[in-house]
């Protein structure tokens, strides 16, 4: 790979081809950012990469984030400013399963993250955390010091990363972001598994005219913010002034029940067969809200698309990709 020798920004987005870093890229090139996306497409799709692909700014490397010597080679050629990295085991319930696996993909990789920066003079770092590691706190809303009690491997490896993080932010005096993501919903969310996103499961059965299940009586409650505020949140942390160590919540700060997603949604579905009511899920979390206060004093950043806005263009964008499946 050329040297680059452009005065343009340079960032490296680890699982750029999945559903929050597509529209991390998609974004990085709006500002006429360089990007270079490695994934090896576990779970990330190409297609997502469609649009960011026309661009001459973008470059995409199919590999593994855990092998640290093509990473390195491929950081010393490109000599990024910062590294966003995304690229994670997602599935709760395949860290249950395969907590090894976990390790590897949600601990490990922070590891080869933060060598591969530290070699290659990388300042700036954000890392995808996630509400996952409050476990079921009832101090709502979360501070960012509220205790941390992860119910799952998921939920421990972000915790982990994050405690490498701060060391490493501490000894090599990097810049870094913790971003902790509440319930992140928006286009290209994977709907196929039963425990993907809420609600692209919901919308996926609405579009098929197939009746929602909610587990329980629907009126637990989540903070779902939309994938391209969670997006820009990304590329303002590429630009942080802050030093060291940050964790910061990545939440609107407002409370949505089942319940209200599912009337939202009948708006466009009027049709849509009832709801079905089963037996909530084991270890499902009742209540859960973040404040949202850090992240707009360190980063100025405040979520801006409402629920009602997010879910009409979700549904748009989901309906234009089935019309071109058909
Ligand atoms: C989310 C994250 C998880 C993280 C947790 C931390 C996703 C997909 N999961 O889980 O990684 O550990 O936050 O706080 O973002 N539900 C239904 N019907 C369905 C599917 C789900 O009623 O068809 C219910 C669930 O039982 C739950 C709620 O909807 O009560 C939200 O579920 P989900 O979208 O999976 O998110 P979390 O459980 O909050």
Redesign the pocket.
């Known amino acids: 790979m050329p040297k680059k020798t452009s005065s343009s920004r340079r960032v490296l987005v680890t699982g750029g081809a999945g559903f929050i870093g597509s529209h991390t890229v998609d974004q990085l090139l709006a500002e006429n950012v360089d990007v270079l996306v490695v994934d090896n497409l576990a779970t990330g799709r190409i297609e997502n990469l469609d649009a960011a692909c026309t661009s001459p700014s973008f470059r995409f490397e199919q590999i593994d984030v855990t092998h640290s010597g093509t990473l390195s080679r491929i950081l010393e050629a490109f000599q990024p400013h910062a590294i966003i990295h995304l690229a994670a085991l997602v599935s709760?319930q395949e860290s249950i399963e395969n907590p090894a696996l976990n390790f590897k993909r949600n601990v490990l990789a922070t590891q080869t993250i933060i060598d591969a920066a530290q070699r290659g003079m990388v300042e700036n770092i954000v890392f995808a955390s996630?509400?996952?590691i409050?476990g079921d706190n009832p101090e709502l809303p979360l501070q960012e010091s509220a205790k941390k009690q992860p119910l799952?491997p998921?939920?421990g490896a972000k915790l982990a990363s994050e405690a490498l993080l701060l060391a490493a932010a501490n000894t090599y005096k990097l810049k870094v972001t913790a971003n902790r993501y509440f319930?992140?919903y928006g286009p290209r969310q994977d709907p196929k598994s039963?425990?993907?996103?809420?609600?692209s499961?919901?919308l996926d059965r609405f579009a098929q005219g197939v009746a929602?299940?909610?587990?329980?009586d629907?009126q637990?409650t989540?903070d779902f913010i939309n994938v391209q505020d969670v997006a820009r949140m990304n590329v303002l942390a590429t630009k942080s002034n802050q030093s060291g160590f940050n964790a910061v919540n990545v939440c609107t700060g407002k409370s949505t029940s089942?319940l209200d997603i599912l009337d939202e949604l009948r708006l466009h579905f009027p049709d849509a067969p009832e709801t079905v009511f089963k037996e909530?899920?084991t270890g499902?979390?009742i209540h859960?809200l973040g404040c949202p206060n850090s992240a707009r004093e360190l980063l100025d950043f405040t979520a801006s698309i409402s629920l009602r806005e997010g879910l009409a263009q979700y549904l748009q964008s989901t309906t234009r990709s089935s019309a071109l499946l058909r």
Do not use: T
């Not at 929602?212 to 329980?216: E, L, Q, R, T």
């Open positions: 709760v996630s509400a996952a409050y799952s998921y939920g319930n992140v039963p425990y993907s996103g809420v609600m499961i919901f929602p299940i909610v587990f329980g629907g637990q989540r089942l909530a899920r499902d979390i859960s």
